[in-house]
């Protein structure tokens, strides 16, 4: 299992196998390059963790730790979690800021014969991944799906509610995988278990809530505006300066939108010489080369721009689909990306995510409350006909995609527990039981209903807010980046989701964090001085690459023919004929690229990770050859 994860961490590995437990770790070497090594115990050794991600706030909690008499032996913000343990035990969690998935085992003595407790825990936010499996009467943990399908324990079979919700939105709803039988451990949630008994029938909890945290935020709002942009300013600044904590080289992706502006600026005032990068296309429409090299000339970053083509991604697809730890529609940009930093010599990359989802960027934040105001108030007879004006309308306007999203709000607006996610469907419900032989439950749904619920008593901004938080972002954006940064042993680090910055804007009041004809109102405020006012003012770009250009070009052959082979995982649950008609749909302009290529993935997927089940692949490392492999602890 570590092996296969080796590109999460090159730098290191280690392993602790005692009686009912065992731990094993790799290593990206961040802090404290020497001391940093795992397993790490504490000073009696009764206490042993291993680590994936980065507390953003360790030197603060070392202090507090210290001066209750906690001795630390190395600057390793991974012994943190040690001496946190040892003093606040299971709530050792929700002491920590950051990104983080851990494991902590407790031992009733020294040399570790008697075990007694063990813990796992997920930051807030959902940053890092953790999957879980009972089998056997054991617990088997793990940073990815795949490393649980190598250790053997784990068989692999399609979990077809999974597959329902990949259809619907282009990656699985968490804590569903689309392997039967293993879950990931939700965002804010951890996992406790007596190692001195039998394991019996285990079940997440909770350690924080943003719904609550925002509840209580707004029962004392900031007095005004301006003194909500100066807050939204400070926690900017501080989440910035503590996100650049590296013993390492570091560099900040760059776009021409505002949320990577806004770290290259605050970054490049708290330190030298720091890197930017660029992604670019010969399709102009596509690239964002000139505002990202006018924002790096301003703020004296070193910066490079990095050109990438069709021929290009058709030579490099195969790594880049298989390096994706879950299937999903998204995520190849950011292997592109991820592979140019790491070229550079860098270890650490910040990443402007996390922006759209706090200040207002995405154009669910208009189109999810009027699809509830629709839902609510269009008369029963009134729905079908509309629907039908909507679908013929959109395919005029080029859009039919959206036509049908709005078509299923209108026609089963019960289908899903909220108009919001009817906007971020890939496949609308009756087109995914056309896809695939479904009982009409969709896995995930309660998840989906617990975060609607969570969400019903705030604005209509906070409430597409936390919704896209606990939806889009954890499911498909920091999963893919997680997966993608990571299969080039590169550290991305997303400060715009700072827990304090996420607490507070959450919090703010609706009329503060949206201004009539001005975009992500709150950040243009926050940061007025340092944006640049083309940066501002220009249209919402989306970062993505000129995929229905290469799917009618370098690409079609190698997609065509993909789509006309299932995976055998995939035989029993999809329906040829549907398939084809998406590829048809699509080459007749349709429907839009993103449909066949969910499929393609999927199936590219399937095909590699469960077909081929053999120990001698499931230890193929999916990164280049000409790469090497790599990761993070």
């Known amino acids: 299992m570590t092996a296969l ?60 730790l210290e001066a209750m008499g906690h001795r630390f032996a190395t600057r390793s913000d991974t012994e943190t979690i040690v001496h946190a343990y040892e003093e606040w035990g299971e709530d050792c969690a929700s002491k920590l800021d950051g990104m983080f998935a851990f494991a902590v085992a407790e031992f009733a003595d020294a040399e570790r014969r008697q075990p007694l407790r063990l813990l796992l825990a997920r930051d807030r936010m959902g940053i890092k991944p953790l999957y879980y499996t009972m089998a056997g009467g054991q617990l088997i943990f793990a940073s990815e799906v795949r490393a649980l399908l190598a250790g053997g324990a784990v068989e692999p079979r399609i979990a077809p509610d999974a597959l329902a919700t990949y259809l619907l939105f282009g990656s699985v709803s968490e804590p569903a995988t689309l392997v039967e039988g293993v879950a990931s451990l939700p965002p804010a949630h951890r996992l406790s278990l007596r190692l001195d008994r039998p394991l019996e029938a285990i079940e997440p909890r909770p350690y924080w ?3 609550e945290v925002a509840r209580q935020r707004r029962q004392t709002p900031p007095a005004s505006a301006e003194e909500a942009a100066r807050g939204t300013r400070e926690r900017l600044e501080s989440a910035v300066r503590s996100h650049l904590a590296a013993d390492v080289p570091l560099g900040v992706f760059l776009s021409s939108g505002m949320d990577s502006t806004a770290l290259a600026a605050l970054a490049a005032r708290e330190s030298a010489g720091v890197h930017t990068f660029t992604l670019i296309f010969a399709e102009e429409e596509f690239s964002e080369a000139q505002q990202a090299g006018e924002t790096a000339r301003r703020f004296g970053t070193c910066h490079q721009q990095l050109p990438l083509s069709g021929e290009e991604v058709l030579a490099c697809h195969d790594h880049a689909v298989l390096s994706l730890d879950q299937p999903s529609m998204d995520g190849i940009n ?37 699809g509830a105001w629709i839902s609510r108030n269009l008369p029963e007879a009134a729905r079908r006909p509309a629907g039908r004006l909507l679908e013929s309308s959109t395919a005029a306007m080029g859009r039919p995609d959206r036509g049908r999203k709005l078509a ?29 032989h479904h009982n009409g439950d969709f896995a995930g749904q309660e ?32 999963r893919d980046t997680d997966a993608m940064s990571m299969a080039h ?47 501002v003012t220009q249209p919402k770009r989306t970062f993505t690459l000129p995929w229905e250009r290469w799917l009618r070009g370098p690409l079609q052959a190698e997609v065509e023919a993909g789509l006309a082979e299932p995976a055998r995982a995939l035989e029993p649950f ?12 699509f080459l007749g302009r349709r429907t839009s690229w993103s449909r066949p290529w969910s499929l393609y993935v999927l199936n590219q997927w399937a095909r590699r990770y469960l077909d081929e089940t053999s120990p001698a692949r499931r230890d193929e490392v999916t990164a280049e050859p000409a790469q090497g492999i790599g990761g993070r602890r």
């Open 447 to 478: 998840w989906l209903e617990d975060a609607a619920l969570e969400a019903a008593d705030s604005d209509d901004f906070s409430m597409v807010s936390q919704l896209e938080i606990r939806g889009y972002m954890v499911n498909t954006l920091l």
């Open 209 to 211: 809530s943003l719904a």
């Open 489 to 535: 042993s590169l550290e991305v680090r997303v400060p715009l989701l700072d827990r304090e910055l996420v607490e507070y804007v959450v919090g703010l009041p609706e009329p503060w964090k949206r201004r009539r004809g001005a975009r992500k109102s709150l950040l243009a405020g926050a940061l007025g001085d340092l944006l640049p006012r083309e940066v």
């Open 574 to 585: 999809l329906d040829r004929a549907a398939v084809r008609q998406v590829w048809q749909d």
């Open 5 to 64: 994860q080796a590109h999460r961490g090159p730098d290191d590995s280690g392993r602790l196998v005692a009686p009912r437990v065992a731990l094993g770790s790799r290593r990206l070497s961040i802090i404290d390059l020497p001391g940093g090594h795992q397993p790490i115990a504490s000073e009696d050794g009764r206490v042993v963790v291993v680590f994936n991600g980065e507390i953003s706030n360790f030197r603060e909690l070392r202090r507090e």
């Open 408 to 436: 299923s709000l209108l026609r089963e607006p019960g289908r899903l527990p909220h108009p919001y996610y009817f906007t971020r469907l890939l496949f609308p419900p009756a087109e995914v039981e056309k896809l695939i």
């Open 334 to 370: 950011t292997w592109f990306v991820s592979r140019a930093a790491r070229q550079a010599g860098l270890k650490v990359a910040l990443s402007g995510l996390g922006g759209d989802e706090l200040f207002g960027g995405y154009e669910t934040f208009r189109s999810a409350p009027l």
